[in-house]
């Protein structure tokens, strides 16, 4: 939990300090300055119309992790709610929901993506749509999962007996048993995001440019292939970067989770 | 009263109980003895409505069971409670769900009556003992004064001692609340020192119901001459009494 | 095992319902007047109030949902995917040409992957934790982490502009799709290797091998009865799951190597609002996606009859 919660920290800080540091407004064009090589005055560069691309990058954070981050949280509440109504919702509810669930599996989540956020016209707001929608159904299964398995629990048949409501026995005696393992989903779910979000404003369906979403920077970027390949080094290594990072901390809590099963 | 109707049950294609008719007048207490694997805890899963019985109804006093809000005190204390809460908001579950206020001065009493000091109550599941956990249950059972309670084997998992102590406090607090109460035990001794009647139950079918006392002194079955005398060679049965 | 059968198609047959409403629903709830779109598409920018209404009555866009649901699926029921609503030829012929582009480069991605990862993965878990299972867990976490669109645009860098060994754009000669073919190939391998090195480490693991071994079993036939059906499940596993993987690398890669495919043809569709495209790429995509699930449902429940059990 705690590598998890020093990744979450770190990356909330870039998010929200990143943009301080950057050294020039990263949509100012400056034409004369155009595909400038890296130098003193443009650490990593400048692109087409002239912008700084270090600064790009550093307000892209908000845009390319801010986003996942979004779109990863607003899956992990759709997917758990579904869920857990398949879970306790019984047999009838549990059969639609499931069915529903794989109907949304039956097609590749970034290919659905594009096709629902190039189909309802590029934005930001259509991008969020597009990858909740498609990203909802690993939350849904995990908790389903779960939630089924604590029915027979002494605690769960004694808060129906006492006549809870549902909606009280999925707040406080199913999602903290969820928590966990939903946390792993997320980390795995969020790396994902930042590849669908940057791949999105690559194909041109995403964040639209003179947003810095690095994805968005590549589209750009790809053009002046030839004369500045440099331009295209850093977007990139950034979305790894970040990826790489949380994929790492949502490792190290799948481990320490799987530990703690073993001992207790 | 608490009447059980030509109820059978089916789990899958075999019969778990088959043609169970038992009653429960106001404020007594019905011990069902057997082994495992008899039906015990079906017979409790039916009368809660956990499980739906294939032939027969069960009714308290002519409606759904489910209408007085029956308490179960279970087996295994602490997972009766949820790991992650404190066992005061366990205790006060029934009263919530209701929406009425919490009669402090109830749970103060009923707390004196189980041997609990209050402070226990802010402490999790896994910090308390098992007796003490399971008084914590028979506390959360009781703490809506619901007119029925269920107990599934509640001194198995207790040592010795405990025992003891804790089935003098259910009957104590059972002649104090008068509830109607429903034992499950595979203790011949504690259901003859404890309850009204006594109801043997062998695989699904109930072999017969007798006074504790007549129970005691002449079961009417083999089947539950052969439990009496088990219990007896054992020690745990005082045919004096 | 008739019933198991039956339930799972009725349920495969469920999904597919499920998706053609989905998908309809997205087509007609699309922003924009798709009349208007098409004609645009069309006649370019010279339109009047008739001609627009003309293309909406031909393209069947007025019913209301339901009645224009099942005017839609009928034909798709036979596999009948209508006419662009662009150029207005028949879709399954330019589909039919995108397909003999795009199974071969995933197929070629798909055995690159195993080319790499099997002989990896298995000289890793020969001695696990030593420096070269390190390695291959590294290699394969990053992979993972690399979106295919860089790894394409790299390979290019690398390849075609600064060594111009590989050409980079088309699809005109086989030379052309080895880059492609390389990017998708690649990606396959990192997570191929993740699966197959747990799948040996695991199956390996097993309690009861060492007690067979000692009650005489022949060491041939645990491997035939008790190692490979265990290492049988995740290898049907990786099918359903590289699938996706492919699919969603194939739309990216055609895109940057600029290779006509079932990914240009699905972006360029989406593109010009050409719905009668999108809806038959999506509508095939499901066919096979569902079929695939299918049959390695069944496959898993003949090597492990407990999973049917598991989830009801």
């Known amino acids: 939990m705690r590598s998890v919660a020093v990744l979450g920290g770190a990356i909330f800080l870039f998010v929200l300090v990143g943009p301080f540091l950057a050294p020039h407004d990263p949509t100012a064009i400056n034409i004369p300055e155009r595909l400038s090589p890296p130098g003193e005055e443009f650490l990593l560069g400048t692109d087409a119309l002239g912008r700084d691309i270090l600064s790009r990058l550093l307000h892209g954070a908000r845009w390319s992790l801010g986003l996942a981050f979004l779109v990863s949280l607003i899956g992990l509440i759709i997917g758990t709610v579904i869920g857990l109504v398949a879970a306790l919702g019984g047999k009838l509810a549990d059969w639609a929901v499931m069915r529903t669930t794989d109907t949304f599996l039956a097609f590749p989540e970034i290919v659905a993506a594009v096709v629902i956020a190039g189909l309802m016209g590029a934005g930001t707001w259509n991008l969020i749509f597009a990858l909740s929608v498609t990203g909802w159904m690993r939350y849904a299964r995990v908790a389903r999962g779960i939630g089924l398995s604590l029915q027979s629990r002494g605690y769960v048949i004694q808060a129906k007996l006492a006549g809870l409501s549902p909606w009280y026995i999925a707040r406080w005696h199913y999602l903290p048993s969820l928590l966990p393992s939903l946390t792993v989903v997320w980390t795995g779910m969020f790396a994902r995001a930042i590849l669908g979000i940057s791949t999105l404003g690559f194909l041109g369906f995403g964040v639209q440019p003179p947003m810095p979403e690095w994805g968005t920077m590549l589209l750009d970027a790809r053009i002046h292939m030839r004369s500045t390949p440099f331009q295209m080094i850093w977007p990139g290594l950034a979305v790894v970067t970040s990826v790489l990072a949380i994929n790492l901390a949502g490792d190290a809590l799948r481990d320490a989770l799987a530990d703690e099963g073993n001992h207790s | 009263m608490l009447k059980i109707d030509q109820v059978s049950v089916r789990r899958g294609s075999s019969v778990a109980l088959e043609d169970i008719s038992l009653s429960i007048p106001h404020a007594k207490t019905l011990a069902v003895v057997g082994e495992s694997g008899a039906g015990k805890s079906t017979l409790i899963a039916a009368i809660l409505g956990l499980i739906k019985p294939w032939k027969g109804k069960i009714t308290w006093a002519g409606a759904a069971v489910s209408s007085c809000r029956p308490a179960l005190v279970m087996q295994e204390p602490r997972s009766a409670f949820n790991p992650v809460l404190s066992l005061r908001r366990s205790v006060l579950e029934p009263i919530s769900a209701q929406g009425t206020s919490v009669p402090g001065e109830r749970i103060k009493r009923l707390c004196d009556g189980l041997e609990l000091s209050a402070e226990i109550l802010d402490r999790r599941p896994s910090e308390v003992s098992i007796g003490q956990a399971q008084r914590v249950g028979i506390l959360r059972a009781l703490i809506a004064a619901p007119p029925l309670v269920l107990f599934d084997e509640p001194l198995s998992a207790l040592d010795a001692v405990t025992q003891k102590h804790t089935a003098k406090l259910i009957t104590d607090l059972r002649s104090e609340e008068g509830f109607a109460a429903l034992i499950v035990t595979h203790d011949i001794g504690y259901a003859v020192a404890h309850a009204d009647e006594i109801a043997v139950l062998k695989s699904g079918r109930i072999e017969e119901v007798a006074t504790a006392r007549s129970f005691a002194a002449s079961p009417q079955s083999s089947y539950g001459q052969t439990l009496r005398d088990a219990a007896i060679s054992l020690g745990a049965l005082d045919t004096a009494a | ?312």
Not at chain 3, 14 to 29: D, E, K, P, R, S
Not at chain 3, 171 to 176: C, E, F, G, L, N
Not at chain 3, 278 to 283: E, F, K, R, Y
């Open chain 3, 1 to 312: 095992m008739i019933a198991t059968l039956l339930s799972l198609l009725l349920r495969a047959v469920v999904v597919l319902a499920g998706t053609a409403v989905l998908t309809f629903a997205l087509l007609w709830n699309a922003p924009g007047d798709p009349a208007q779109a098409i004609a645009m598409a069309r006649f370019d920018a010279l339109l009047t109030e008739d001609v627009i209404d003309q293309v909406r009555e031909e393209v069947g866009l007025n019913a209301n949902f339901w009645g224009a649901f099942v005017d839609w699926v009928g034909p798709l029921l036979v596999l009948d995917f209508g006419n662009s609503a662009v150029t207005g030829r028949p879709v399954w012929p330019d589909l039919w040409v995108s397909i003999t582009y795009t199974f071969p480069l995933a197929l070629a991605g798909l055995a690159i992957g195993l080319v790499i990862s099997l002989p990896l993965a298995i000289l890793a878990t020969q001695h696990p934790g030593r420096l070269l299972d390190r390695f291959a867990v590294a290699i394969a976490s990053l992979g993972t982490a690399i979106p295919a669109f860089w790894l394409g645009l790299l390979l290019i860098l690398l390849f075609a502009v600064q060594l111009d060994w590989l050409p980079a754009m088309g699809a005109r000669t086989p030379a052309h799709a080895i880059l492609p073919a390389l990017t998708l190939g690649l990606g396959v391998a990192a997570s191929l290797t993740r699966i197959i090195r747990s799948g040996i480490l695991e199956a390996r693991g097993q309690q009861f091998l060492p007690a067979l071994s000692r009650r005489g079993v022949s060491p041939k036939a645990i491997g035939r009865d008790h190692v490979a059906p265990h290492a049988a499940v995740p290898v049907v596993t990786v099918v359903g799951l590289e699938l996706a993987f492919l699919l969603e690398g194939l739309v990216v890669v055609e895109v940057i190597f600029g290779r006509p495919g079932l990914g240009t043809f699905l972006t360029s569709a989406i593109l010009d609002r050409d719905f009668p495209h999108v809806q038959a790429v999506v509508v095939l995509t499901a066919l096979v996606f569902v079929s695939v699930n299918l049959i390695v449902d069944v496959i898993y429940r003949q090597i492990d009859p407990r999973i049917g059990e598991r989830d009801a």
